[in-house]
T-cell receptor, first 109, second 113 residues
Framework: GQNIDQPTEMTATEGAIVQINCTYQTSGFNGLFWYQQHAGEAPTFLSYNVLDGLEEKGRFSSFLSRSKGYSYLLLKELQMKDSASYLCAVRDSNYQLIWGAGTKLIIKP | GAGVSQTPSNKVTEKGKYVELRCDPISGHTALYWYRQSLGQGPEFLIYFQGTGAADDSGLPNDRFFAVRPEGSVSTLKIQRTERGDSAVYLC???????????FGPGTRLLVL
């Protein structure tokens, strides 16, 4: 079967760094996406990885290792507005997105 | 429009009733997706349109659910004989082409009493 695993909840301090991990087992692999979802709102696109390595975009970076079926999202200089759920999604061989349940990130002052 | 829009934003209905949920994708996007999301879960795929045709409807839970996209733009998700278990947020997303980054609408919160 297809499976995406992420921690259910994480807590971090304002100004700090946090790493949200995602492991996956899917029918084929055609890229991995990270989305941010604030409570009661729609998911918004953060990053996309299809090759191994690190993609940096401002305070957010995303890493992919295809051989390990592993990705992480790194958030630096955390702000209160970063409190949200972070969803990992893998595009499988049918170009369908398989979604994790999301990681709820709580930022404390 | 600038983004994906969905109407209504909230819908309360009674068990057994029929509902229609509308999605207006980003102009020029050929691919359109419907998802369902329950609290604390990721989006659950329902159906994918490429142009006017339903290219993949494998996620529709049963024959009470149906979706159309007659002119390749606006789509309507139709649910017959609603059940309490249908209560969820129904999200619509679109992408320029199949497989590209999906952009989501604000969702329709459906509550079946």
């Amino acid at each position: 079967g297809q499976n995406i695993d992420q921690p259910t909840e994480m807590t971090a301090t304002e100004g700090a760094i946090v790493q949200i991990n995602c492991t996956y087992q899917t029918s084929g692999f055609n890229g991995l996406f990270w989305y941010q979802q604030h409570a009661g709102e729609a998911p918004t696109f953060l990053s996309y990885n299809v090759l191994d390595g690190l993609e940096e975009k401002g305070r957010f970076s995303s890493f992919l290792s295809r051989s390990k079926g592993y990705s992480y999202l790194l958030l630096k200089e955390l702000q209160m507005k970063d409190s949200a759920s972070y969803l990992c999604a893998v595009r499988d061989s049918n170009y369908q997105l398989i979604w994790g349940a999301g990681t709820k990130l709580i930022i404390k002052p | 429009g600038a983004g994906v829009s969905q109407t209504p934003s909230n819908k309360v209905t009674e068990k057994g009733k029929y509902v229609e949920l509308r999605c207006d994708p980003i102009s020029g996007h050929t691919a359109l997706y419907w998802y369902r999301q329950s609290l604390g879960q990721g989006p659950e795929f329902l159906i994918y349109f490429q142009g006017t045709g339903a290219a993949d409807d494998s996620g529709l839970p049963n024959d009470r659910f149906f979706a159309v996209r007659p002119e390749g733009s606006v789509s309507t998700l139709k649910i017959q004989r609603t059940e309490r278990g249908d209560s969820a947020v129904y999200l619509c997303a679109s992408s320029f082409q199949r497989g590209e980054t999906q952009y989501f609408g604000p969702g329709t919160r459906l509550l079946v009493l």
